[in-house]
């Protein structure tokens, strides 16, 4: 099975830098599975998972972005994400928390990081695509 390459980027550093059998992206549309040649795309991305699988079709690493974007070609998938996390790493009391605090804010800065709260909540979890 052939590969393409994947690199996911925040604005403090190079995240991951590897070759991946299959990527899923959190399109602004929905969700974007990218597989070696893929056609040219650019997508913004909405708050959500990236699933990034091997040759084998296995897991290899899960994140949770809140939005940037997404260039693909059919041989590199590039994503500039605003914020990333690894699933593996978020806690679900912690979301739940600051779900809760940020009910209770009544600002207009906090109704966009009450979406991303709910979404980092909904990608945790959620069980979509842990299997291919």
Do not use: W
Request: charged share 30%; hydrophobic share 40%; with cysteine.
């Amino acid at each position: 099975m052939a590969t393409i390459s994947f690199d996911l980027v925040s604005p403090e550093n190079l995240i991951f830098n590897d070759e991946a059998g299959m990527i899923i992206v959190p399109g602004k549309d929905g969700d974007l599975g990218v597989l070696p040649g893929h056609s040219k795309v650019m997508s913004s991305l909405r708050p959500g998972r990236i699933m990034v699988y091997g040759e084998d079709k296995n897991l290899l690493k899960a994140f949770f972005v809140s939005g940037g974007f997404a260039e693909i070609n059919p041989e590199k998938c590039i994503v500039l994400a605003e914020s990333v996390v690894e699933l593996n790493t978020l806690d679900k009391s912690s979301i739940e928390k600051e779900i809760q605090n940020l009910e209770n804010k009544d600002e207009k800065n906090s109704e966009e990081k009450l979406l991303v709260a709910k979404a980092k909540l909904e990608a945790f979890n959620s069980k979509f695509y842990e299997k291919i």
